[in-house]
């Protein structure tokens, strides 16, 4: 069975930081693009951040270009989202995805969905 399990989210103030963490089992991250879509009531999914661990390939969105960052640590089989300087339109779920493919463009090509976190961000 496919898990992956989204943790670190909470309730920050403008400028804060969070880390988020997708623990990833029933796969192993070097074999698949990890992703970090974020989701707000009403609005299609957005693409933050993916990684290819086994070459260190990572892409951003330019919302959050320069404030996260996204890293692997292969041991833990689990991937980070590092979020500073956090604004209150950083406010969403943030999910946890795995695929074939690395890209921001669309959700609907990853193959596994995980849970969600929720990130909230007050001015």
């Known amino acids: 069975e496919v898990q992956l399990q989204a943790s670190g989210g909470g309730s920050v103030q403008d400028g804060g930081s969070l880390r988020l963490s997708c623990a990833a089992s029933?796969?192993?991250?070097?074999?698949?693009?990890i992703a970090w879509f974020r989701q707000v009531p009403g609005k299609e999914r957005e693409g933050v951040s993916v990684i290819r661990s086994i070459d260190s390939t990572a892409y951003y969105g330019d919302s959050v270009k320069g404030r996260f960052t996204i890293s692997a640590d292969k041991d833990k089989n689990t991937v980070y989202l590092e979020m500073n300087s956090l604004k209150p339109e950083d406010t969403a779920v943030y999910h946890c995805?795995?695929?074939?493919?690395?890209?921001?463009?669309?959700?609907?090509?990853?193959?596994?969905w995980g849970q969600g976190t929720q990130v909230t961000v007050s001015s």
């Open positions: 995805l795995a695929g074939g493919v690395a890209t921001l463009t669309s959700p609907y090509v990853y193959d596994y």
């Open positions: 029933g796969l192993v991250i070097d074999d698949f693009a």
